[in-house]
């Protein structure tokens, strides 16, 4: 009796645990696709990002994305998708001088800044606007 009592137990843990995983797949999934945006106070503000792929890492979510202005060949980047206080976020490095922080704002839209080093240590942000333009990268 014991025996299947704790089977049953063990057996509901597990389905709450996929279910859980399986939500946080759903919101980082959201993610794949097509952005189109602006970076504040650049020349060329206009920027793409194709996020192609998101896969687990163990705990990690790797992203495969493609970055660059728009209309231009874009760089291919490898980024990190976080789960933080009920958000989703995106980091990925661009060159050792500067990096992309981005956070799911909704299904359309993320919001961040591109991080410029002041070449003292320090990180000067621009702020980031990108729209969702295709669900498919």
Known sequence: ????????????????????????????????????????????????????????????????????????KLGAFEGRVQKQRGGTTLTFPISTTRKVELSLVSNTELRGLLKVSDGEGSWVGRKMVLQKTSDKP
């Open 1 to 72: 009796m014991r025996f299947a009592a704790y089977t049953c137990v063990i057996a509901v843990a597990t389905l709450l645990a996929l279910s859980v995983a399986h939500a946080q797949d759903e919101a980082v999934q959201k993610m794949v696709g097509t952005w189109k945006g602006k970076v504040e106070l650049l020349d060329e503000p206009e920027r793409t990002l194709v996020i192609k792929s998101v896969t687990r890492a163990g705990d990690m979510w790797i992203a495969s994305v493609e970055y660059g202005p728009t209309g231009q």
